[in-house]
């Protein structure tokens, strides 16, 4: 099947601009005429051409932006609107071009045939194995709109246990840059002027005194260098980051840190919880919840866990024990799905920790907010206030000569 772009007009003379999937041209035409169009421009979309869909289509869309279209999709669907004319109408109102482009693309596929899963399996940097999944299980189910809120729903509480973590971390990251700001500004700017007036005494200085002018000295010197070797050690730590063993190295030593790693690690069993709890609730099976949930773990750590826990139960484990084996998850976490396994209740103790694992964030987020506030202030005084204090030694031991 090949893809032709169109240019048209609707019957109130709007312009409109898309893509659409036919076996021909003249399938083409005819598909579009079907909808009141008319065809001004369409020719067949050449491969490796950077069409507008194609380049929109690798840019993200905000998480906020996906949570109000699918809320919006929900509601469109359960009062009985076809899935093309929702998706026609949601199209207008996207703020994102690429969002819109992918939209539109939906619509036009799912308008030759394809289903709205298959429609979005074109745009995975859009919509996630997650989502596609649960589209897949909510069309197989005949209850669409139903699992469309239950998405809605989950990727509003991802947002807001995003929000929370960003914003606890932006205060800290924006003190510790301004600080290191500062710190880069008195050396290389404050610290040369004092050094011209000690010159004059005549006398030797402090060790503390003429370290300071020392690193002074060598930061003005190769202040190049320094910028490039650090741009260098940057981008190799970044590239070494986005390596399997990268990853696998950082996510494991981010689970081990005192206090963030705590926290990593309720993040990552609530989201885990969570995104289980939605897809077997929603009739996706578990081997397939299993391999969907490692994917989004957000930690590579956890991902390899929960591979090794869909492997044990595909040979006939239940989840609770190779959970547990793993070390990973804490046992009040086994011991629910345990029992939701034994009842038959397996979503709603799933459900049940991820609140109890929201909350233990939302408490933890707090708590270290406030603790980190006194403690990033202590460090910028010591820092700022010993700089102040060697810079001044000189003049202090000058005036204890004077008043001998």
Same mark, same amino acid.
Do not use: C, W
């Given at each position: 099947m090949a893809k032709f772009n169109y240019v048209s007009k609707d019957r109130s003379g709007k312009s409109l601009k898309g893509q659409v999937d036919a076996v021909d041209r003249a399938k083409a035409l005819e598909i579009l005429r079907s909808r009141d169009l008319l065809i001004l421009k369409?020719?067949?979309?050449?491969? +490796?051409?950077?069409?507008? #869909?194609?380049l929109f289509s690798r840019k993200k869309v905000s998480l906020d932006?996906?949570?109000?279209?699918?809320?919006? #999709?929900?509601?469109?669907? +359960?009062?009985?609107?076809?899935i093309v004319t929702s998706l026609d109408t949601l199209s207008e109102q996207a703020q994102s071009p690429a969002f819109k482009a992918a939209i539109i693309d939906a619509r036009d596929s799912v308008n030759t045939g394809s289903s709205l899963s298959e429609a979005m399996e074109k745009h995975r940097g859009i919509f *996630?194995?997650?989502?596609?999944?649960?589209?897949? &299980? +909510?069309? *197989?189910?005949?209850?669409?709109?139903?699992?469309?809120?239950?998405?809605?729903?989950? #990727?509003?509480?991802? $947002?807001?246990?995003?929000?929370?973590?960003? $914003?606890?971390?932006?205060? !800290? &990251? &924006?003190?510790?840059?301004?600080?290191? +700001?500062? #710190?880069? /500004?008195? /050396?290389?700017?404050?610290?040369?002027?004092f050094k011209d007036i000690f010159s004059s005494f005549g006398a030797g200085l402090p060790g503390p005194t003429q370290f300071l002018i020392d690193l002074s000295d060598g930061m003005r010197k190769y202040f190049f260098p320094l910028v490039v070797l650090g741009a260098l050690i940057f981008w190799a730590f970044k590239w070494y980051a986005s390596t399997k063993m990268g990853m696998l190295k950082l996510d494991g030593l981010k689970l081990k840190l005192p206090?963030?790693?705590?926290?990593?690690?309720?993040?990552?069993? *609530?989201?885990?919880?969570r995104t289980l709890s939605t897809l077997v609730r929603s009739g996706v099976p578990i081997l397939q919840a299993l391999e969907i949930v490692s994917k989004t773990a957000g930690n590579t750590v956890v991902e390899r866990t929960?591979?090794?826990?869909?492997?044990?139960?595909?040979?006939?484990?239940?989840? *609770?024990? !190779?959970?547990?084996? $793993?070390?990973?998850? !804490? !046992?009040?976490v086994t011991r629910m799905i345990s029992v939701g396994e034994k009842t038959g209740e397996l979503e709603k103790m799933l459900t049940k920790i991820a609140d109890f694992f929201d909350d233990q964030v939302d408490v933890m987020v707090d708590s270290l907010t406030s603790l980190l506030e006194p403690l990033i202030i202590a460090f910028l005084g010591i820092v700022i206030g010993g700089i102040v204090i060697c810079m001044f030694l000189p003049i202090f031991q000058m005036s204890e000569l004077l008043t001998f």
């Open positions: 369409l020719e067949e979309a050449k491969p +490796g051409s950077f069409s507008s #869909l194609k932006e996906l949570v109000i279209f699918t809320r919006q #999709l929900a509601t469109l669907t +359960g009062a009985g609107i076809t *996630s194995d997650f989502f596609i999944n649960m589209v897949r &299980a +909510g069309e *197989s189910g005949g209850m669409l709109d139903e699992v469309l809120e239950r998405v809605a729903a989950y #990727l509003e509480k991802t $947002s807001n246990l995003q929000r929370k973590i960003k $914003s606890a971390m932006m205060y !800290p &990251a &924006a003190v510790m840059i301004m600080a290191f +700001g500062i #710190l880069v /500004l008195l /050396l290389l700017k404050v610290i040369p002027v206090v963030f790693g705590v926290l990593q690690r309720k993040v990552a069993i *609530s989201k885990f919880s929960i591979d090794k826990v869909r492997d044990n139960v595909r040979e006939g484990e239940s989840i *609770s024990d !190779p959970m547990e084996r $793993s070390g990973i998850f !804490p !046992p009040l």
